[in-house]
C-alpha cells in the first residue's frame, strides 16, 4: 500500500504504507548494511555510531501556548520555532532525497477514549519494523478511515544535524513541538528515539487531561486485582512483571485513567544483554520472525545471538509485537491497580526488602525516583553510587514532577491502592559486604502484596526513613525483612542510612518549592 506524503512536504512518490513484517525484511537485507536473520527468525539491525539515547540533544520547541506547562531545565530544554523548523526542513529534504520511504501509521494507548494517531515517516525497514511492533497495529478497517494523524515524527536519522545551527550542542537534534505536533530526528538512527518521543508526547498530553501517564509495567491477577510497578534499569521491573501467575498488561508505558489502566503501546522493547531461555523464557521466545534485535553479536555460521557479547554496545535491545508474549492480555486495558510497587535496588543495603507507604510517602518517593548502582567504573572504588530520576522515569516528564505526584496521589486516594517500596538491592551490608537480596524472596514478597497478606501484616516504623515495615512475610526468613538485623557492624549500618537519607534530602532540594508542607515532611528524618 502507498501513500502521499504531500501534505508534510514530502514528494517522495513512493511511500510503503504500513508494510507488512516479510516486505520489510526483504527491505532491509537488500538495502542496509549490518542487517540479518538470526536462527529463530528475528531480524539483526545495526543502529550506527548512537546505540543508546540522547537526553542532552532533547529539546522542545518554546510555544506561548505550552511555556507555561513545561518543566525547563536540562530535561526540557527550550528551543525556538525558528530552530525547529530548520531542523524540520533539514530532515524534510532529506528524507525527500531518497528512493522511497516508509509511512508507518498506529495507536498510541488501548483506550480508544485517550489514543492518539501517529505517523511516523522514515528511510530504515528497521525504523519502520520497529515502530510498527512498538504502535499499537490498525486493522485493515482502522487503516482505512485513520484518516490525519494527531502526530507526525519526521525520522532523518542519517543525516546530522548542522552544530553551527543555534542551541545545537552535537550532530544530534530529537525536537518536539507541541504546537506544530511533531517530532524531528536528525543525526542517531537509534530506534528507541521514537519510543520515547511517543512516551514524552503522551506525558505532556495526559495529564493535561487530567489523567497520569507512568513509566512502569502493569500486571493483572487471576481475580481481576491490577498492580502497576515503577522501577529504574536493575531494578528488577521486567524481570518481575513476568510473572507466570498473572497477565502482562504492558512492559514500560501506561496511563491511568477514571477507566483504569491503559499500556500506551502495542509491543515490548527488552534489553537482551545476558538474555537466557532459563531467567527470562517469554522474552527469550518472543525474539523470532517479526522481532527486531538491535546491536547484537551472532555466529556468521549458526546464526545464534551471542546475548553476552557487548562489543558493540552494553544497551542491546530487542523490540517484539506485545501478542509475542503468551499471557499477555490483550487489549491491553484493566482495571484501576490495587497495588502500586515502587521498586528500587539499593546498593546501600540499607532500605527494608518491603515497606508499606503512606500516600505522602507516596508522593515523596515518586518525586525522587531512586536507585542505587554500583561502582565499577574505576578499579577498587565500591562506593555504591545514589540515582535519583523524577516519577521513575525523569527523561520522558515535561511537566513539573509535582504535577505527576498529585495525580498519582488523587488516583490513590479514590481507589484506595497500597503503595509498596520493594528493595531489590543488598542485604547485610552495602555493595562489597552484603549480598544482593534472593529473588525468590522477593518474589515471595511480591506474591505477598498481590494475596493481600502484607496488607494485614504486622509492621514496625523504620526510625529514619519513616515507613512502615512488614516484620512478617510467608517464604521470607523474618530477620531479613529488617534490614538492620543482617548487619554485623549495627554502627555501620547506622552511618549508611544517615548517608542515604542525606542523599534524599539534599536531592528533593530541587523539588521543594512546589511540593506540599505534608510531602517535605513524608522524607527522611535526619
Not at 536540562?74 to 525527500?96: C, G, Q, W
Not at 481475580?223 to 504492558?250: N, W, Y
Not at 551471542?306 to 558493540?312: A, F, G, M
Amino acid at each position: 500500500m502507498t501513500i502521499s506524503l504531500e501534505k508534510h512536504g514530502i514528494t517522495v512518490t513512493e511511500v510503503l504504507r504500513n508494510p507488512a513484517p516479510p516486505r520489510l525484511y526483504e527491505l532491509a537485507l537488500q538495502r542496509e548494511k549490518g542487517t540479518a536473520i538470526t536462527a529463530t527468525g528475528a531480524l539483526v539491525a545495526l543502529s550506527g555510531a548512537k546505540t543508546g539515547r540522547s537526553p542532552k540533544d532533547k529539546r522542545i520547541m518554546e510555544h506561548a501556548d505550552s511555556v507555561g506547562d513545561v518543566w525547563w531545565g536540562p530535561v526540557n530544554i527550550k528551543m525556538s520555532e525558528h530552530i525547529f523548523l530548520t531542523n524540520r526542513e533539514r530532515a524534510v529534504d532529506y528524507l525527500n532525497t531518497r528512493e522511497f520511504l516508509y509511512c508507518i501509521d498506529g495507536f498510541a494507548g488501548w483506550d480508544p477514549e485517550h489514543r492518539l494517531k501517529i505517523r511516523i515517516i522514515c528511510a530504515r525497514a528497521y525504523h519502520a519494523l520497529f515502530m510498527q511492533n512498538m504502535l499499537i497495529r490498525p486493522t485493515a478497517e482502522e487503516l482505512k478511515t485513520f484518516g490525519d494523524p494527531d502526530y507526525v515524527i519526521y525520522n532523518a536519522g542519517r543525516f546530522p544535524a548542522n552544530r553551527y545551527t543555534s542551541g545545537m550542542t552535537s550532530t544530534t537534534s530529537v525536537a518536539l513541538s507541541f504546537e506544530r505536533k511533531e517530532f524531528v530526528i536528525l543525526g542517531t538512527e537509534y530506534a528507541g528515539e521514537m519510543k520515547k518521543g511517543v512516551f514524552t508526547i503522551m506525558n505532556y498530553l495526559m495529564p493535561k487531561k487530567g489523567i497520569l501517564s507512568m513509566h512502569c509495567s502493569a500486571t493483572e491477577g487471576e481475580s481481576g486485582d491490577v498492580s502497576v510497578l515503577f522501577g529504574l534499569s536493575g531494578t528488577g521491573k521486567t524481570t518481575l512483571s513476568a510473572d507466570p501467575k498473572r497477565k502482562l498488561i504492558g512492559d514500560d508505558e501506561h496511563v491511568w485513567s477514571k477507566n483504569g489502566v491503559f499500556n500506551i503501546e502495542g509491543g515490548c522493547y527488552a534489553k537482551a544483554i545476558n538474555l537466557s531461555e532459563e531467567q527470562e523464557p517469554d522474552i527469550f521466545r518472543a525474539i523470532r520472525f517479526g522481532s527486531v534485535l538491535e546491536n547484537v553479536v551472532y555466529d556468521a555460521q549458526s546464526r545464534k545471538v551471542d546475548y553476552e557479547n557487548t562489543s558493540i554496545t552494553d544497551n542491546t535491545r530487542c523490540s517484539y509485537p506485545i501478542e509475542y508474549i503468551p499471557n499477555a492480555k490483550i487489549p491491553c486495558v484493566a482495571g484501576h491497580p490495587k497495588n502500586v510497587l515502587f521498586l528500587t535496588c539499593d546498593a546501600f543495603g540499607v532500605l527494608p526488602p518491603v515497606a508499606k507507604l503512606t500516600k505522602e510517602q507516596a508522593m515523596y518517593h515518586f518525586i525522587s525516583g531512586y536507585t542505587a548502582k554500583v561502582a565499577g567504573t574505576e578499579v577498587g572504588v565500591t562506593e555504591p553510587q545514589a540515582t535519583f530520576s523524577s516519577c521513575f522515569g525523569q527523561p520522558f516528564i515535561v511537566w513539573h514532577p509535582t504535577k505527576y505526584a498529585e495525580l498519582l496521589a488523587k488516583n490513590l486516594e479514590t481507589h484506595n491502592a497500597q503503595v509498596w517500596l520493594v528493595n531489590t538491592g543488598w542485604s547485610g551490608g552495602g555493595y562489597g559486604i552484603g549480598s544482593r537480596m534472593k529473588l525468590k524472596y522477593t518474589r515471595a514478597i511480591v506474591d505477598a502484596i498481590h494475596s493481600g497478606e502484607l496488607r494485614g501484616a504486622p509492621t514496625v516504623e523504620d526510625p529514619i526513613f519513616g515507613v512502615q515495615v512488614p516484620t512478617q512475610c510467608s517464604g521470607v526468613p523474618s530477620e531479613i525483612l529488617i534490614p538492620k538485623n543482617t548487619w554485623a557492624d549495627k554502627a555501620a549500618y547506622d552511618g549508611a542510612a544517615r548517608k542515604l537519607a542525606a542523599l534524599f534530602v539534599d536531592n528533593f532540594k530541587k523539588y521543594a518549592d512546589q511540593a506540599s508542607e505534608s510531602v517535605r515532611a513524608a522524607g527522611p528524618r535526619l
